[in-house]
């Protein structure tokens, strides 16, 4: 069998049987489909067997590239022992070795608090399992009314149902609107666009900030845990906070004793250049949700990572029925542990965050220089992790139309280039592994830069 019949023919059957996520599904069987069959390093190989820059970390989970001796191996190895076995009553060699592991790597980074691992399998659970944590804390310490969350617009925290209503997305949130909980919105540090203050950035008073606080204010007594992706917000189109803005939330939690909830799903495991972003200002969160690049972009597999003081409000007596009733079926998945363990090896032997350095400032040098462009209303990043937003009018900073989908186009024709990247509406996102190499992220965003100035011009 050629290539071609292999395309088409897979391409066929994804037709038949497959139902996308995000996507709209009569676009999507009007085209042809990139249909990956292989990857090396941090390139992926398609079914016509062409091949591209994975710079989109295969929806920000890959970390040290694809097929990884280290992570390759330890996957193997722990295949010939025992795929799947469950944490309900029961629990894994795997699974303890890699907790002891990551509550290292959280310490070195965060400080002594966070202490106790509850696994899960994706972002979302992740979240859910913190979730429910913050608020049957607080039952169990005898405080009642703390039944709500804070949390920010443009925040992303995952699809389920819970993580959807502290989500601050309309576009993806307002449809599932009555079924979710309400939760509390306080404004997104969203410089570009502020909606608070007229001054510069510099002369910023952080008027969000006193927003949160008198949303703490009025509802004090009410909030179980504020909710916050650290330092950027991912899904909401790569917003970098102003310096001082996350120290502030957690002294404002400190402050009207509230838990901090930090969703480093997608800013954990290196992307912002340090092992977690919360250690850019020195902040502990009560609650840590990891999950994407935990294994390396292996598996899938998630972490509540929480503090003693959290986790010992459900200690007592079996019949006071403070046990945290939550529990998934994959979780704590030993062949995920396992990865997982590789690859927080692979960070100490590839030195991996010290090799960012150059690649974080050619990022950021880029990333200035893209906003001379005439469309490009703001460049922003931190780390590998970083946006170029896209406006039909600079002066004004009117964005393009959504349905014109802007964004789409610049990747659709960075993608004849060779480079593969997922837009957020008008934001153009660079994303490629931690491990890519100078050269190639160089070949990258001048292809991207190509890209943008094609569609935009
Ligand atoms: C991706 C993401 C999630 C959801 O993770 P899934 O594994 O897709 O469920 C949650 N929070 C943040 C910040 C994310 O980026």
């Not at 880029?366 to 590998?384: Q, S, T, V």
């Amino acid at each position: 069998m050629s290539t071609m019949d292999d395309y088409d023919s897979l391409k066929k059957l994804d037709h038949s049987y497959i139902w996308h996520p995000f996507t709209q599904m009569k676009d999507w069987c009007e085209e042809d489909p990139l249909i990956i069959t292989e990857g090396r390093d941090c390139f992926i190989k398609d079914a016509r067997g062409r091949w591209y820059l994975d710079g989109v970390s295969s929806i920000w989970v890959n970390v040290h590239g694809h097929r990884r001796a280290e992570l390759d191996r330890a996957v193997r190895e722990q295949l010939d022992r025992i795929a799947h076995t469950t944490m309900l009553g029961v629990s894994n060699d795997a699974a303890i070795k890699f907790a002891e592991r990551l509550v290292k790597s959280v310490q070195r980074s965060l400080g002594p608090s966070l202490t106790k691992v509850f696994y899960s399998d994706n972002g979302s659970t992740a979240v859910e399992a913190a979730l429910k944590m913050a608020y049957q804390y607080w039952v169990h310490k005898g405080v009642k009314g703390r039944t709500r969350f804070l949390s920010l617009e443009n925040g992303y925290h995952g699809d389920t149902l819970g993580a959807v209503s502290v989500g601050g997305i309309d576009m993806f949130h307002e449809a599932f609107k009555p079924l979710l909980f309400e939760s509390l919105h306080a404004p997104s540090p969203y410089c570009y666009r502020c909606k608070l203050t007229d001054s510069t950035p510099d002369k910023c008073g952080r008027e969000c900030l006193k927003e949160m606080e008198k949303l703490l204010d009025k509802h004090a007594g009410e909030i179980a845990a504020v909710i916050l992706e650290p330092m950027v917000q991912g899904a909401g189109g790569m917003i970098v906070f102003p310096p001082g803005y996350l120290g502030g939330v957690r002294e404002l939690c400190t402050k009207h004793d509230v838990l901090l909830i930090a969703d480093e799903v997608a800013t954990g495991f290196g992307r912002t250049g340090r092992m977690f972003s919360c250690e850019h200002e020195s902040v502990s969160p009560d609650i840590l949700c990891l999950s994407k690049g935990i294994t390396g972009g292996y598996l899938p597999l998630a972490a509540t990572v929480t503090t003693d003081e959290v986790y010992g409000a459900f200690l007592g007596e079996y019949k006071e029925l403070k046990t945290f009733f939550h529990g998934h079926s994959y979780t704590g998945n030993p062949l995920a542990c396992a990865a997982g363990m590789a690859s927080l090896d692979v960070f100490e032997s590839d030195r991996t965050l010290e090799a960012m350095v150059p690649k974080t400032e050619m990022l950021a040098g880029w990333l200035k220089e893209a906003a001379a462009l005439p469309h490009i209303g703001d460049a922003r990043g931190l780390g590998l992790m970083a946006g170029v937003e896209l406006v039909m009018d600079k002066a004004t900073k009117e964005p393009y139309p959504w349905e014109e989908r802007m964004g789409v186009r610049a990747c659709m024709s960075a993608r004849e280039g060779g480079v593969l990247i997922r837009p957020l509406g008008n934001v153009v996102i660079i994303m490629p592994p931690l491990a890519i190499s100078l050269d190639n992220l160089e070949k990258m965003l001048e292809v991207i830069a190509g890209g943008i100035k094609s569609v935009t011009s």
